[in-house]
């Protein structure tokens, strides 16, 4: 072993495991010469998730990055010779429609993804798991590329840092916890170890269950938890005898049980001749505190393992047995049985990036095997480069705000996510139970009082419609269908459409409060937003204007879509709820970086906002506000800031629209904002909820939503955003930015669709919520555009004007067309659908005032 280093490029803490072992190799493919890895057990770990984890595999998932972290891993395991692509089912049984539904829509995600998951029948089923009774089950999933890393993941992480070694680079430490980490000016500087301190540039923690353990050290918090996951096993099987395999039968899924099954292989192998039987706990799953998690020397078995209790189990096991009776017919392995702990997220994945309160320190944590190698090419590459291939806005630590790091949170959020890691289907619109209620707009009450139907976002309570409304749908009634389909209209509330309508023929008031807002002061904020923003900031022309525009990565790619308020002294960022807390950080980190003197404040809770739109939003407003003329066009232009007074409260006016149609966002102290509300509800004015502004208005006017159709995978022309001239000022991801506008085309465009039939094969009229593959009808495959990515539905919902289900995607260049026939795919039926726009193409324009079909 090397003598101990006192200083490196990098320090990796929980080297032992996948995840850093991943990160660690990563990391010198990129050209980094100095790492060190430390780990408090051995290495490989023989004590973290790793050193017990199932180590299957499968591209089954509803998220784009969630499959493609998969199937790298995936081909990277296979190139290492550790990887048994053996193929994995997931079942329904007969009668368990729900799940046959949800099988059903998995297939058609495996379409928009790129994976080769498919449907297959009960015969089929049989044919390649033939443990199981064919009657039990109705239909099934098969995906060809699920598989087992072999002979295990330890192995694998071992293999890695062996190889990293070799090379000189990586110097690794087992039994060598980290004791505190050194900060400097904000920045890290080192780790503390029994055997000294490594002073280092970077630290990375990939310490899994220990991480937040880590993060306490500077004052931080990771959204995730350990939970218990049984583990049984049943055995001697002999099935496979004498074949050398490490598994035989391909994986199965029996998530309507919440559990699944593999056969272990040959008697010789790793674990050989034995069946196993994981469960996950959906009604009272058993979470561990890691400040509850046992030294190696007190563990019965080990930090990361609890003993089993059958009673946890019994009744799902019971019913296993009857789907695949040999489970009852072998012995029960007692002495191989367990309680495995993994981790499960408050945020529905990964926690990963830099911390948001010491630059240099980064996490990587709640990352299962299946796409251990996935992230440590992430974190490498997001390290090294700053940005990533594929948009993670989805983990990235910096998006979260500090609500949302609290225990109480956090404990919460993580038994929520306990109880749905197999079981129910989640649907895309699926609220959370707990940590509701943390934020509310000054006229919530008013909100209650209205009937409002909450959903939440960014830990603010907004109303997608309100029960005091339905009235309208005695008028709009027609023109708004009823959504038969019970996952369609779930967490849909039809009076939301009828505000839509009603909204558009007078005026509405929406609350905003939602808007997540920071200031950027000091002597250098028009340089840093100028180099920041695509659109020109500076000026003494901008002075008195909201400026829309964008953030863009240093390869041109969009990172960040907002509205920046020019004020005389400073700049107010108007920015999107989930988005708003990431790119704050983002602001303050490139200030830091490039050595400007700014100072970058959260003031969204300082501020309220209330959205007033519709054909009559301005005689409305005259009504309310004590100088009526300063609301004229002439007085009042399009993007101007200007002061106004209503109820003898001061408003900053925004004219501004993400519905369409003309008006204000009107911004106020949050202790007015209540004064403001009343007064334009005195006036008549109906309250709409926030699903006419974030769903059907804005797609009906082909209005683009960050982290979704906004991506880091696409540029600014591809979103059709870009402006028509580059501002001469330099701006990060300029030269690239350019070198795309000087194309000839681009790969891509994001294109406007209308489904032209909804009609499944039942009859029933059909209103998709989630991702869609789009499909060439002549061909039956997914589009993919000439740097291979494919196209999907970034948004969808129902216009209520335009009368049809709309969504956007980016289309190649090839099917960029206007009325492009086209296909899309939900719970694997297809639907024709019509390319109605191309780029920025309004389906209905006020202005117009009529809507194109």
Same mark, same amino acid.
């Given at each position: 072993?090397?003598a101990?280093?006192?200083?490196?490029?990098?320090?990796?803490v929980?080297?032992?495991?996948?995840?850093g072992?991943?990160?660690?190799h990563?990391?010198?493919?990129?050209g980094?010469?100095?790492?060190?890895?430390?780990?408090?057990?051995?290495?490989p770990?023989?004590i973290?998730?790793t050193?017990?984890?199932?180590?299957f595999?499968?591209?089954t998932?509803?998220?784009y990055?969630?499959v493609?972290t998969?199937?790298?891993?995936?081909?990277?395991f296979?190139?290492?010779?550790?990887?048994?692509?053996?193929g994995?089912?997931?079942v329904?049984?007969?009668?368990d429609?729900?799940?046959?539904e949800?099988?059903?829509r998995k297939?058609s995600?495996?379409?928009?993804?790129?994976?080769?998951?498919?449907l297959?029948?009960?015969?089929?089923?049989?044919q390649k798991?033939?443990?199981i009774?064919?009657?039990m089950?109705?239909?099934?999933?098969?995906?060809?590329?699920?598989g087992l890393?072999?002979?295990?993941?330890q192995?694998?992480?071992?293999k890695l840092?062996?190889?990293?070694?070799?090379?000189?680079?990586?110097?690794?430490?087992?039994?060598?916890?980290?004791?505190s980490l050194?900060?400097e000016?904000?920045?890290?500087?080192?780790?503390?170890?029994h055997?000294?301190?490594i002073r280092?540039?970077?630290?990375?923690v990939?310490?899994?269950?220990?991480?937040?353990?880590i993060?306490?050290?500077?004052?931080?918090?990771?959204?995730?938890?350990?939970v218990?996951h049984p583990?049984?096993?049943?055995?001697?099987?002999?099935?496979?005898e004498?074949?050398?395999?490490?598994?035989g039968?391909?994986?199965l899924?029996?998530q309507?049980?919440?559990a699944?099954?593999r056969?272990?292989?040959?008697?010789?192998t790793?674990?050989?001749?034995?069946?196993?039987?994981?469960y996950y706990?959906?009604d009272?799953?058993?979470?561990?505190?890691?400040?509850?998690?046992?030294?190696?020397?007190e563990?019965?078995?080990?930090p990361?393992?609890?003993?089993?209790?059958?009673?946890?189990?019994?009744?799902?096991? #019971? /019913?296993?047995? @009857? !789907?695949?009776?040999?489970?009852g %017919? =072998? +012995?029960?392995? &007692?002495?191989h049985s367990?309680?495995?702990?993994?981790?499960?997220?408050?945020a529905?994945?990964?926690s990963?990036?830099?911390?948001q309160?010491?630059?240099?320190?980064?996490?990587?944590v709640?990352?299962?095997?299946?796409?251990g190698?996935?992230?440590?090419?992430?974190?490498a590459?997001?390290?090294?480069d700053g940005?990533?291939?594929?948009d993670?806005?989805?983990?990235d630590?910096?998006?979260?705000?500090?609500?949302?790091l609290?225990?109480?949170?956090?404990e919460?959020?993580?038994r929520?996510?306990?109880?749905?890691i197999y079981?129910?289907?989640?649907?895309?619109?699926?609220?959370?139970?707990?940590?509701?209620?943390?934020k509310?707009?000054?006229f919530? #009450? /008013?909100?209650? @009082? !209205?009937?409002?139907?909450?959903? %939440? =976002? +960014?830990?603010? &309570?907004?109303?997608?419609?309100?029960?005091?409304?339905?009235?309208l749908?005695?008028?709009?009634?027609?023109?708004?269908?009823?959504?038969?389909?019970e996952?369609?209209?779930?967490h849909?509330?039809r009076?939301?459409?009828a505000e839509h309508?009603?909204?558009s023929?007078d005026?509405?008031?929406?609350?905003?409060?939602?808007?997540?807002?920071?200031?950027?002061?000091?002597?250098?904020?028009?340089?840093l937003?100028?180099w920041?923003?695509a659109?020109?900031?500076?000026g003494?022309?901008?002075?008195?204007?909201?400026i829309?525009t964008h953030?863009?990565?240093?390869?041109g790619?969009?990172?960040?879509?907002?509205?920046v308020?020019?004020?005389?002294?400073r700049?107010r960022?108007?920015?999107?709820?989930?988005a708003?807390?990431?790119d704050l950080h983002?602001v303050?980190?490139?200030a830091?970086?490039?050595g400007?003197?700014?100072?970058?404040?959260?003031?969204?809770?300082?501020?309220?906002t209330i959205?007033?739109?519709?054909?009559?939003?301005?005689e409305?407003l005259?009504?309310?506000?004590?100088?009526?003329?300063?609301?004229e066009?002439?007085?009042f232009?399009?993007?101007?800031?200007?002061?106004?007074?209503?109820?003898?409260?001061?408003v900053?006016?925004?004219?501004l629209s993400y519905?369409?149609e003309?008006?204000?966002?009107?911004?106020m102290?949050?202790?007015?904002g209540?004064a403001?509300?009343?007064?334009l509800r005195?006036?008549?004015?109906?309250?709409a909820?926030?699903?006419?502004?974030?769903?059907?208005?804005r797609?009906?006017?082909s209005?683009?939503?960050?982290n979704?159709?906004l991506?880091?995978?696409?540029?600014?022309?591809?979103?059709d955003l870009?402006?028509?001239?580059?501002?001469?000022a330099?701006?990060?991801?300029?030269?690239k930015?350019?070198?795309?506008?000087?194309?000839?085309?681009?790969p891509?465009?994001?294109?406007?669709?209308v489904?032209?039939?909804?009609?499944?094969a039942?009859?029933?009229?059909?209103?998709p919520?989630?991702t869609?593959p789009?499909i060439?009808p002549?061909t039956?495959k997914?589009?993919v555009?000439a740097?291979?990515?494919?196209?999907y539905?970034t948004s969808?919902?129902?216009?209520p004007?335009?009368?049809?289900?709309?969504?956007?995607?980016?289309l190649?260049?090839d099917?960029?067309r206007?009325?492009?026939?086209?296909s899309?795919?939900y719970?694997s039926?297809?639907?024709?659908v019509e390319?109605?726009?191309?780029?920025y193409?309004?389906l209905y324009d006020p202005?117009?005032?009529?809507?194109r079909s």
């Amino acid at each position: 072993m090397s003598a101990f280093p006192d200083k490196a490029q990098i320090v990796i803490v929980g080297l032992g495991g996948i995840v850093g072992a991943s990160v660690a190799h990563h990391l010198l493919e990129r050209g980094w010469t100095d790492v060190v890895g430390i780990d408090k057990s051995g290495i490989p770990t023989d004590i973290g998730s790793t050193a017990h984890a199932s180590d299957f595999c499968y591209t089954t998932s509803h998220d784009y990055l969630s499959v493609w972290t998969t199937q790298y891993s995936i081909d990277f395991f296979e190139k290492m010779g550790h990887y048994a692509r053996i193929g994995g089912l997931e079942v329904a049984r007969t009668g368990d429609d729900t799940w046959m539904e949800e099988i059903r829509r998995k297939a058609s995600s495996a379409k928009a993804f790129g994976t080769r998951a498919h449907l297959v029948t009960p015969a089929e089923i049989k044919q390649k798991f033939p443990l199981i009774e064919e009657e039990m089950v109705q239909g099934g999933l098969f995906d060809p590329d699920a598989g087992l890393v072999v002979p295990r993941s330890q192995t694998v992480a071992g293999k890695l840092v062996d190889e990293g070694e070799k090379t000189g680079r990586l110097r690794a430490f087992a039994n060598t916890p980290a004791q505190s980490l050194v900060i400097e000016d904000g920045r890290i500087a080192g780790v503390v170890t029994h055997r000294g301190t490594i002073r280092a540039d970077h630290v990375i923690v990939c310490a899994g269950l220990w991480g937040r353990l880590i993060a306490e050290m500077v004052g931080e918090d990771l959204p995730v938890m350990p939970v218990d996951h049984p583990l049984t096993f049943f055995g001697p099987y002999t099935e496979f005898e004498g074949t050398g395999k490490e598994i035989g039968y391909p994986l199965l899924r029996d998530q309507g049980n919440s559990a699944y099954m593999r056969d272990t292989g040959d008697p010789k192998t790793t674990e050989g001749g034995q069946i196993e039987w994981g469960y996950y706990e959906t009604d009272e799953p058993r979470l561990c505190h890691p400040r509850q998690l046992l030294e190696k020397h007190e563990a019965r078995l080990s930090p990361s393992q609890r003993d089993l209790e059958m009673e946890q189990v019994i009744g799902p096991l #019971e /019913r296993a047995m @009857e !789907l695949t009776p040999i489970l009852g %017919e =072998l +012995g029960y392995n &007692e002495s191989h049985s367990f309680n495995g702990l993994l981790q499960v997220s408050a945020a529905g994945g990964p926690s990963c990036g830099e911390s948001q309160k010491v630059r240099g320190l980064w996490y990587c944590v709640a990352i299962w095997v299946k796409d251990g190698p996935g992230y440590g090419k992430l974190i490498a590459d997001w390290i090294t480069d700053g940005r990533t291939g594929i948009d993670h806005a989805s983990i990235d630590y910096s998006r979260f705000y500090a609500h949302q790091l609290t225990e109480d949170f956090i404990e919460g959020r993580c038994r929520e996510a306990a109880q749905k890691i197999y079981f129910p289907a989640i649907h895309p619109r699926e609220p959370y139970a707990t940590g509701r209620n943390v934020k509310r707009s000054p006229f919530y #009450e /008013r909100e209650v @009082e !209205l009937g409002g139907h909450f959903m %939440e =976002l +960014g830990g603010w &309570e907004r109303a997608h419609g309100y029960a005091a409304n339905e009235h309208l749908l005695e008028k709009y009634g027609d023109r708004v269908p009823e959504r038969q389909n019970e996952w369609d209209n779930r967490h849909f509330w039809r009076v939301s459409n009828a505000e839509h309508l009603a909204m558009s023929e007078d005026c509405a008031i929406i609350n905003l409060s939602h808007f997540y807002m920071f200031e950027v002061e000091g002597p250098d904020h028009v340089e840093l937003l100028e180099w920041l923003c695509a659109a020109k900031i500076g000026g003494d022309g901008n002075i008195g204007k909201g400026i829309y525009t964008h953030f863009l990565d240093d390869e041109g790619m969009v990172r960040a879509d907002l509205t920046v308020i020019r004020l005389a002294d400073r700049c107010r960022i108007i920015d999107g709820a989930d988005a708003g807390p990431r790119d704050l950080h983002y602001v303050r980190r490139t200030a830091q970086d490039r050595g400007l003197d700014v100072t970058v404040t959260d003031v969204s809770e300082r501020y309220t906002t209330i959205g007033i739109w519709g054909p009559n939003a301005r005689e409305k407003l005259k009504q309310a506000v004590a100088d009526p003329a300063g609301l004229e066009p002439e007085a009042f232009p399009f993007a101007a800031i200007r002061e106004i007074e209503i109820a003898g409260r001061k408003v900053t006016a925004l004219r501004l629209s993400y519905v369409g149609e003309q008006g204000w966002e009107l911004h106020m102290r949050y202790e007015d904002g209540l004064a403001v509300w009343d007064a334009l509800r005195a006036l008549g004015i109906m309250a709409a909820g926030v699903e006419t502004y974030a769903n059907s208005r804005r797609m009906e006017k082909s209005l683009r939503l960050q982290n979704a159709d906004l991506l880091t995978q696409y540029n600014l022309y591809e979103a059709d955003l870009a402006r028509p001239k580059v501002k001469e000022a330099d701006f990060r991801g300029k030269a690239k930015h350019l070198e795309y506008r000087a194309r000839e085309h681009q790969p891509a465009v994001l294109c406007t669709l209308v489904m032209t039939d909804n009609v499944d094969a039942s009859g029933t009229p059909r209103y998709p919520v989630g991702t869609l593959p789009v499909i060439d009808p002549a061909t039956g495959k997914t589009l993919v555009d000439a740097l291979g990515r494919l196209s999907y539905t970034t948004s969808i919902a129902y216009g209520p004007t335009v009368g049809r289900n709309i969504a956007l995607a980016y289309l190649p260049h090839d099917y960029a067309r206007l009325s492009q026939k086209l296909s899309v795919e939900y719970f694997s039926e297809s639907y024709p659908v019509e390319v109605a726009g191309v780029g920025y193409a309004p389906l209905y324009d006020p202005q117009n005032l009529k809507p194109r079909s």
